[in-house]
C-alpha cells in the first residue's frame, strides 16, 4: 500500500460521500487510504476545533483493512461500504465510550451498540470517532460540553450551533464526509446552519431510537449530517426503518431516498410562514433566505404565504415538555449501575444526590429541575398539560398549510452563529435560537438545513425546508435541485482547506 | 419571582440534586425566567384540545411473549462503579 | 363504644408470562442474581420498553372474569421515584387510565350470605427489583431478575368490614388468578402480594385515616396485621391522637405493625404518559379472542356441581376453589360415572396425602385416570372402601395402578358367602356376651360385630354382605 501524501489526503477529504463510494467501489483508492487521510486530518485540525470526544483511530483502521479485503473479495457492496464516519457521543457504541459529553459518562463504556450503530457497521462504515456535543443533548452552542466547547470552522471565535455542534463542525472541516446527530429541537439543522453543512432530521419515529441516550423521548430524533442532500439520502437509506426495539419506530415503507433527487420542481408549492420572517430575524439573514426563495421560484415553483399562528408558542411548549421528559429519562443516573459515582457516600441518599450534582452540569441540572416542577403535584396542569394541548394546537397549523402547499421553508435560525460565550448568561436568547426549528420538532415533522450562502460576517446560512409526514424523499429532492444549481455547499472553510 | 428558593429546594429533593445554599438563589432566578416565559400559555384558549404526548397519535404494537434474552451479566456490569456475587452494590438501606 | 373497621385491598399478581413486561428476559424465578437482567430491565442508557402481548391479554382475561370495564384505549404513565431496586428511577405503570376499569367479586360471609365487593380498577405495570440486606455489611446487594416482571395490581374499593372479609376476598381473587391461568399464586415466591389499607371508624361515620399494610404474604398474616392495626388506631384515637396517613410493615414475629418512614419522605411521584410507549388499543376482536379464552369460572362451575351433579355447596366450594382439583375431579366422576364417589375420594383420601405430602394435585403420583381406575374397582365391588384406602396409598408409594396393587397386595374382596359366613359364624361363637347385649335390644354392639368381621377378612370381605349375613345370623 502506498503512503498518502497531503495532496493526496487533502483531495479524498475533499470527495463527497457519493464521490468516495464510486472511487472505493472502481478500486481508484482504497478504504484503508481514505481512512488514513481522514485520521491525519482529525490529528492536525482537532486539537483546536474539538468536534470529536474519541478518536477510534486504532479500530478504525483495522476495521478499514478488513472492509478492504471483504469488497476485494466481492462480498460487501453496500452503498457506505467503505465510508469513514462519525457519531454523536450519544448513540451506544459496544465496548467505545459514549459519554453524552458529560461528566456523568466520563467513564461509560457502552455495554451494546445502537440501532444505527450496527445499521452503519453492518453497511460497512468506517467509524472515526464520536463527536463532541451539548452534555445530554442540551443546548444551542455547544458550549454545555462537558469536556471542551467545539469551535465554528467558519471562524473559531465562534459557535458551531447544538446540540449537535461536534458533528456539524467535523463535516465542515471535512473530519467526517458524514456524521449522525440528533434534533430534538433544531440540534441537526441549527448547527447545520451556523456550519454551512447539509442535515436533516427525519419524521419522528423515521429512524429507530434504540441505543441513542435520551433526553426527550417524545422529541428526539437521528439523521445524518453531510456535505450535500445527496449524501444525506445515501445515508438516510441505511439507517431508516422500522425495529421492533423502539415501540414508537414507524411501521411505514422506506423508500429509495436516493430515487428521487433528480425529480424536476417545476410547480412545486412553496409555504412561507410569515411568522417564520417577522421580528427578531436578522436582516442579513433574511435577505440570503430571499434570494434563495428566488432561486426556487425561477426554476418554477410557486411561492404562497402561510400561517402558523401558534408557532410562537412553541419555544414555551417545548421548554415544559422536553424538561419533563427529561427529568425522567435522567433519573437513571443514579450512581449505582453506570455512571458517576461520589466518593465515599455516607449513605443511599448522599450517593444519589452527589453523583447527580457532580455529574450533571449546569443546564442539564437546570433542565432536569425545570422539569421536575413543572411535572410536580400542584403545576402539572397548569403546565404539562397545558403544554401538550398547544402542542396539538401548534401540530394542527402545520396540518391545515399542508393541505395548501408542498412544503415549507425559512431560516434554519434567526442569526448565523454567535460567538462563543456571547450568550451564555442569557440563557432565554440562547433558547430563541432554535424558535424556528422547535415548532417542527413538537410536530414530529421532517425538517432539514442546507447551507444557501453567507452574510457580511463571512458565516453560512441556511435554508430550513419543512415536510409533511414522511416526505423525507421529497424534500432531499429539493435540496439537491438547488445544490445541482449552486455551490454554497460545496465551499470550505479556508483555514481547513 | 415565580419560581421560589423553596421550590428550588423541593425539586432538588425529588430530583436528588446534592444543591448547596448559595447556589439555590441562582438557579431560583434562572428558572423563573423560564417560567415566566412559560406564563404566556396560560393565555391560550386550550377547552376541548386533547393532549399530545406523542407526535405519531398511533397505538401501541405488542411483542410476542418469548423469552429471547441470554446472560450477559459481566459484560453489562464492566461498567458498574461496584458489584460483588453479582449485585450492585450502594450505602446499607434500612427498611 | 363500637368501632367498625374499613378495608381495601391492593393486590399485585404477577402475570404468568415467559418474559417480562417491556423485555425478552425470563422471568423463571431463581436465577443467580443479575442473570436475567437485560439491558431494557437494568435501564441503561438509551434502551426501550416493549410491551409483551400476553401481558395484556391475562389482563383481560381477569377483567372479564370479574365483569369490569376494559378500556378501548389505555395509557402508560411513568411514576417516578428513586430507590435502588427501581432501575431507571420510574417505573412503568398505568396511572390515568387503566386497562381494567370498574368490576366486582363476589365473597361469600359466614352466615352463607354473599357479598358484593368493588374492584375499582386492575393496572398493568412492571415489577421492582430486589434488595438484598443480609449479605453485607455496611452495603446492601441489588439482584434485578425481578425487575421488570409484569404485575397486575387489583385495587378494591374499600368495601370490607372485617379482617375475615378481607381474607375471604382475597382467597376469592387468589382461586380466579390461578383458575384463570393469569398468575401461579405462589405467595411464598412473592408472585401475590397484598397491600392492606385500613381505617376505623363509627359506624355510618366518614371513613376514617388509613394506613397501608405492606407486602402480607400469607392469608395467615392479612389476618392478623388487620386485627394489630385496628386494635394500634383504636388505641390511639380513643386516646385522644390522630391516626397518620402512612405506610407500614407488619412484623409477624412480633405481631404489631410498625411505620415505613424511609419511604415517606416526598412521595410525589410526577406520574406523566410515558412518551416511549404508545396507547394500548384493545379492539372487539381482542375482546372476544379473550372472552374465548376464559375456562368456565369458578362461581359458575360451582353452581353446576350442586345443580347438575347433586354435590352440596361445601363441597362444590371446595371442589371448585381450584381449577385443577375441579378438572381433576370431573374427569373422575366421568370415568367412574359415581359424582359422589368421586367428590369424597378427590376431597378425602386424596386430599389428606396432598397435605400430608405438601403436594399439588396437579404434581401428585396418582393421576386422575388412576384414581378412576381403583373407583371402578370399588363400583365393582373388587375392593371394598376399606381396601381402596390401602390401593391408595400403595399408587401413592408408586406401586402401580390400581388392579396392579389389588393383586400384590392380595386386597381383592371377599364376596364368597360360604367364606365370610365361617367368619360371621366364628365371631358370633367368641363373643356370646356382645351377642346377649345385642339381643337385649343394644343396636350399637351392631357395629362392633360388623368392625370385627371386616378385620378378621383383613377389610377383603363385602361389607354389604357381611351386614346382610350378621343380622341374619343374630336375630337367632
Ligand atoms: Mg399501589
Ligand atoms: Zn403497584
Not at chain 2, 11 to 19: D, E, F, P, Q
Not at chain 2, 21 to 40: H, R
Not at chain 3, 208 to 223: D, M, W, Y
Request: glycine fraction near 8%; hydrophobic fraction near 40%.
Amino acid at each position: 500500500m502506498s503512503q498518502v501524501d497531503s495532496t493526496q489526503t487533502a483531495e479524498l477529504t475533499q470527495l463527497s460521500l457519493k464521490a468516495l463510494q464510486r472511487g472505493i467501489q472502481s478500486s481508484q483508492f482504497s478504504v484503508m487510504e481514505v481512512t488514513a487521510a481522514y485520521l491525519e486530518r482529525i490529528a492536525r485540525f482537532d486539537a483546536g476545533l474539538k468536534s470529536y470526544i474519541t478518536v477510534t483511530e486504532e479500530q478504525a483502521r483495522a476495521q478499514a483493512e478488513v472492509i478492504d479485503n471483504q469488497i476485494r473479495a466481492g462480498e460487501l457492496k453496500g452503498a457506505l461500504a467503505g465510508i469513514p464516519y462519525a457519531l454523536k457521543d450519544l448513540f451506544c457504541t459496544d465496548g467505545i465510550l459514549t459519554s453524552c459529553a458529560s461528566k456523568m459518562l466520563a467513564n461509560f463504556v457502552a455495554p451494546y451498540d445502537a440501532h444505527v450503530t450496527s445499521k452503519l457497521k453492518d453497511a460497512g462504515g468506517v467509524l472515526l470517532g464520536k463527536n463532541n456535543m451539548d452534555e445530554f443533548a442540551m443546548g444551542s452552542s455547544n458550549e454545555n460540553s462537558a469536556f471542551a466547547p467545539v469551535q465554528n470552522p467558519w471562524n473559531t471565535d465562534y459557535v458551531p450551533g447544538g446540540s449537535s455542534g461536534g458533528g456539524a463542525a467535523a463535516v465542515a472541516a471535512r473530519l467526517a464526509p458524514m456524521v449522525l446527530g440528533t434534533d430534538t429541537g433544531g440540534s441537526i439543522r441549527q448547527p447545520a446552519s451556523f456550519c454551512g453543512v447539509t442535515g436533516i432530521k427525519p419524521t419522528y419515529g423515521r429512524v429507530s431510537r434504540f441505543g441513542m441516550i435520551a433526553f426527550a423521548s417524545s422529541l428526539d430524533q437521528c439523521g445524518p449530517m453531510a456535505v450535500s442532500a445527496e449524501d444525506c439520502a445515501i445515508t438516510l437509506n441505511e439507517i431508516a426503518g422500522f425495529d421492533e426495539r423502539d415501540s414508537t419506530s414507524a411501521q411505514v415503507d422506506v423508500p429509495d431516498y436516493t430515487a428521487n433527487l433528480n425529480d424536476s420542481i417545476d410547480g412545486l408549492k412553496i409555504g412561507l410562514p410569515q411568522e417564520f420572517f417577522a421580528e427578531g430575524l436578522d436582516q442579513q439573514v433574511a435577505a440570503v433566505i430571499e434570494r434563495a426563495v428566488k432561486a426556487f421560484e425561477a426554476r418554477g415553483a410557486v411561492i404562497k404565504e402561510v400561517t402558523l399562528p401558534n408557532s410562537h408558542l412553541a419555544v414555551p411548549v417545548y421548554y415544559v415538555v422536553a424538561p419533563a421528559e427529561c427529568s425522567s429519562n435522567l433519573s437513571r443516573f443514579d450512581g449505582v449501575r453506570f455512571g458517576h459515582r461520589c466518593d465515599n457516600p455516607q449513605d443511599l441518599n448522599d450517593l444519589y444526590e452527589r453523583s447527580r450534582w457532580e455529574g450533571f452540569g449546569d443546564e442539564v441540572k437546570r433542565r432536569i429541575m425545570m422539569g421536575t416542577y413543572a411535572l410536580s403535584s400542584g403545576y402539572y396542569d397548569a403546565y404539562y398539560l397545558k403544554a401538550q394541548q398547544v402542542r396539538r394546537l401548534i401540530k394542527q397549523d402545520f396540518v391545515d398549510v399542508f393541505n395548501d402547499v408542498d412544503v415549507i421553508m425559512g431560516p434554519s435560525a434567526p442569526t448565523t452563529a454567535f460567538k462563543l460565550g456571547e450568550l451564555v448568561d442569557d440563557q432565554l436568547a440562547m433558547y430563541l435560537a432554535d424558535i424556528y426549528t422547535i415548532p417542527t420538532s413538537l410536530a414530529g415533522l421532517p425538517g432539514m438545513s442546507f447551507p444557501i450562502g453567507f452574510a457580511d460576517n463571512g458565516l453560512p446560512v441556511g435554508m430550513q425546508l419543512i415536510g409533511n409526514y414522511f416526505e423525507e424523499a421529497r424534500m432531499l429532492n429539493i435540496a439537491h435541485q438547488y445544490q445541482q444549481q449552486t455551490d454554497w455547499h460545496l465551499q470550505t472553510p479556508a483555514a481547513f482547506a | 419571582m415565580a419560581v421560589t428558593e423553596e421550590d428550588v429546594m423541593k425539586v432538588s429533593r425529588l430530583a436528588r440534586l446534592a444543591i448547596l445554599e448559595e447556589n439555590v438563589p441562582v438557579y431560583a432566578a434562572k428558572l423563573s425566567g423560564i417560567v415566566d416565559m412559560v406564563e404566556q400559555l396560560n393565555a391560550v384558549d386550550t377547552t376541548g384540545v386533547e393532549p399530545m404526548s406523542n407526535p405519531l397519535d398511533s397505538v401501541q404494537r405488542l411483542r410476542e411473549d418469548v423469552a429471547t434474552e441470554t446472560d450477559h451479566r459481566e459484560h453489562y456490569q464492566a461498567c458498574a462503579p461496584e458489584v460483588e456475587k453479582g449485585l450492585y452494590l450502594v450505602p446499607k438501606v434500612l427498611e | 363504644m363500637e368501632w367498625e373497621t374499613v378495608i381495601g385491598l391492593e393486590i399485585h399478581a404477577q402475570l404468568s408470562t415467559n418474559s417480562k413486561i417491556f423485555s425478552g428476559s425470563s422471568t423463571a424465578y431463581g436465577a443467580e442474581p443479575n442473570t436475567q437482567a437485560s439491558l431494557v430491565d437494568l435501564g441503561m442508557p438509551g434502551v426501550l420498553p416493549v410491551l409483551n402481548k400476553q401481558a395484556v391479554k391475562l389482563a383481560l382475561r381477569l377483567g372479564l372474569a370479574i365483569d369490569a370495564e376494559i378500556a378501548p384505549q389505555s395509557v402508560f404513565a411513568r411514576k417516578n421515584y428513586f430507590y435502588p431496586d427501581l432501575p431507571k428511577g420510574y417505573q412503568i405503570s398505568q396511572f390515568e387510565l387503566p386497562i381494567v376499569g370498574l368490576g366486582h367479586l363476589d365473597i361469600e360471609l359466614e352466615n352463607g350470605e354473599t357479598k358484593r365487593i368493588g374492584v375499582t380498577r386492575a393496572h398493568l405495570e412492571e415489577d421492582a427489583g430486589k434488595s438484598l440486606h443480609e449479605d453485607f455489611e455496611t452495603q446492601t446487594g441489588i439482584d434485578l431478575n425481578r425487575a421488570g416482571t409484569p404485575l397486575l395490581e387489583i385495587v378494591s374499593e374499600p368495601d370490607m368490614r372485617s379482617a375475615k372479609e378481607a381474607v375471604a376476598y382475597v382467597k376469592k381473587l387468589h382461586a380466579l388468578v390461578r383458575y384463570l391461568g393469569v398468575c401461579d399464586g405462589n405467595m411464598q415466591e412473592g408472585s401475590f402480594r397484598c397491600d392492606v389499607n385500613v381505617s376505623v371508624r363509627r359506624p355510618g361515620a366518614e371513613f376514617g385515616t388509613r394506613a397501608e399494610i405492606k407486602n402480607l404474604n400469607s392469608f395467615r398474616f392479612i389476618q392478623s396485621a388487620i386485627h394489630c392495626e385496628v386494635d394500634r388506631q383504636i388505641g390511639i384515637i380513643e386516646s385522644g391522637g390522630q391516626v397518620v396517613q402512612e405506610t407500614r410493615l407488619y412484623d409477624p414475629d412480633k405481631d404489631e405493625t410498625r411505620s415505613m418512614r424511609g419511604k415517606e419522605d416526598a412521595n410525589d411521584y410526577r406520574y406523566f404518559p410515558d412518551p416511549d410507549l404508545l396507547p394500548v388499543a384493545i379492539s372487539a376482536e381482542d375482546l372476544e379472542e379473550a372472552r374465548a379464552s376464559l375456562p368456565e369460572l369458578p362461581d359458575a362451575r360451582k353452581q353446576r356441581f350442586m345443580a347438575e351433579l347433586g354435590l352440596n355447596a361445601d363441597l362444590a366450594d371446595d371442589l371448585t376453589n381450584s381449577r385443577e382439583v375441579a378438572d381433576y375431579f370431573e374427569t373422575v366422576a366421568e370415568g367412574c360415572g359415581d359424582t359422589k364417589l368421586a367428590a369424597n375420594w378427590v376431597m378425602g383420601g386424596l386430599s389428606a396425602l396432598l397435605n400430608k405430602h405438601e403436594t399439588d394435585i396437579t404434581d401428585a403420583p396418582v393421576s386422575a385416570a388412576m384414581m378412576t381406575g381403583m373407583l371402578v374397582r370399588i363400583k365393582d365391588k373388587t375392593i371394598s372402601a376399606t381396601a381402596a384406602k390401602e390401593v391408595l396409598e400403595g399408587m401413592w408409594a408408586g406401586d402401580g395402578d390400581a388392579d396392579a396393587v389389588i393383586e400384590a397386595k392380595g386386597l381383592k374382596q371377599v364376596t364368597d358367602t360360604g367364606a365370610i359366613e365361617a367368619l360371621v359364624d366364628e365371631i358370633i361363637a367368641n363373643n356370646p356376651g356382645q351377642v346377649e347385649q345385642y339381643r337385649s335390644g343394644k343396636d350399637k354392639v351392631f357395629g362392633f360385630f360388623v368392625g370385627q368381621t371386616m378385620r378378621a377378612s383383613k377389610g377383603k370381605a363385602d361389607p354389604a354382605m357381611v351386614n346382610e349375613l350378621l343380622k341374619e345370623k343374630l336375630k337367632g
